[in-house]
Nanobody, 115 residues
Framework: QVHLRESGGGLVQAGGSLRLSCAAS????????MAWYRQASGKQRELVAS???????NYPDNVKGRFTISRDNVRNTLYLQMNSLKLEDTAVYYC?????????WGQGTQVTVSS
């Protein structure tokens, strides 16, 4: 059974940094593309960053240069380093993967950026 568990969220001032973690179990982690999504209140879930099994990453323009996704294939853990946080980065952040034909999501971790 695939489990994804996010941690590291919290309250941070604008301009600050946070690092999110996602511990994965139940899959051969190193083989799978992983991604971070976020959902702000009243908005649709949106892609924040993705990383393939070979380590190549992609970001949408609104986080490019501020966020960095990485993975530790020994610890089966996905990370999201978030710098220069803005008020509009406030959201619940989820990690996700697609394995065995199904999408798996963690429970999410709240990130709140204050002015």
């Amino acid at each position: 059974q695939v489990h994804l568990r996010e941690s590291g969220g919290g309250l941070v001032q604008a301009g600050g940094s946070l690092r999110l973690s996602c511990a994965a179990s139940g899959i051969n982690f190193k083989l799978y593309r992983m991604a971070w999504y976020r959902q702000a209140s009243g908005k649709q879930r949106e892609l924040v960053a993705s990383i393939s099994s070979d380590g190549s990453s992609n970001y949408p323009d609104n986080v490019k240069g501020r966020f960095t996704i990485s993975r530790d294939n020994v610890r089966n853990t996905l990370y999201l380093q978030m710098n220069s946080l803005k008020l509009e980065d406030t959201a619940v952040y989820y990690c996700t993967t697609t394995a065995r034909g199904s999408d798996f999501w963690g429970q999410g971790t709240q990130v709140t950026v204050s002015s």
